[in-house]
């Protein structure tokens, strides 16, 4: 009797874990895991973002860094134009795309020192660099291009 008891309980025990194989986690499980990170612009989205021209005057992007506020002019030959501080502070320098990173040199910016960057979209028109130490640097958006209707003066 008692070995038939073991083979029962066996039997029972090897219908349950079978029956596991089956079963879906509860909901919370994918709720934890979330959506995936994003990941950084590619080669091709960088290049549409910074070199091809949004306005006249190049891409014109609006930012901040560390709560400092500034906007950015992007221009198709690589050149950047920066204007920080309520216009108290400005800077110019270089920009290349290699790859999935962006990296500029500024004339006054950390003594001319070259800095590179990954880009990251975190929403339809907001954007984060992050550094090669992988820390947030700046946020910010593009400025879309004036129409026509919009770049006239009103009456």
Sequence with gaps: MTKRLGHLIASASTAA???????????????????PAPTPLDDAALRALYSEPHR???????????????????????????????????????????????CSRWSHIDSGKESCMQVIQVSADEYVTVGSDGKEGSRFHVVPQLTAEESSPQP
């Design 17 to 35: 874990l079978l029956g596991c194989a089956n079963v879906q986690p509860p909901p919370i499980i994918s709720q934890l895991t979330g959506p």
């Design 56 to 102: 006249e005057d190049g891409t014109v992007m609006h930012g901040s860094h560390q709560g400092a506020q500034w906007t950015k002019w992007t221009k198709p030959d690589g050149g950047l134009e920066l204007l920080a501080g309520h216009g108290l502070f400005a800077d110019s320098g270089k920009y290349e795309i290699r790859g999935n990173t962006i």
